[in-house]
């Protein structure tokens, strides 16, 4: 069963930092590129950052640039997402994506997704 799974959400204040996963199961990450949307209450699914499958690129929003990064492990078949200086507005259910090409920016391109984890960031 193929399989996308977060985890690290949580509570945060803001200025504060959360590190995100996401473990695949079922099969092999190397040939996916891999990306995080996040889907505030109320709005659509929204592209977040990007990597590619061999991990030799990336790309962000405009408003997360400069705090989040995106990484990837293949051996560990995981993905990652750094986030500091987290903002009341980055709060979202973050979502991990897996498409079978170079990079995904748009959710249409997506074949895998994860449940979701819920981050808040809130005084």
């Known amino acids: 069963q193929l399989q996308l799974v977060e985890s690290g959400g949580g509570l945060v204040q803001p200025g504060g930092s959360l590190s995100l996963s996401c473990a695949a199961s079922g099969f092999t990450l190397d040939y996916y590129a891999m990306a995080w949307f996040r889907q505030a209450p109320g709005k659509e699914r929204d592209f977040v950052a990007a990597i590619s499958w061999g991990g030799s690129s990336t790309r962000y929003v405009d408003s997360v640039k400069g705090r989040f990064t995106i990484s990837r492990d293949n051996a560990k078949n995981t993905v990652y997402l750094q986030m500091n200086g987290l903002k009341p507005e980055d709060t979202a259910v973050y979502y991990c994506?897996?498409?079978?090409?170079?990079?995904?920016?748009?959710?249409?391109?997506?074949?895998?997704w994860g449940k979701g984890t819920l981050v808040t960031v809130s005084s």
């Open positions: 994506a897996a498409a079978r090409k170079y990079l995904v920016t748009m959710s249409y391109e997506v074949a895998y």
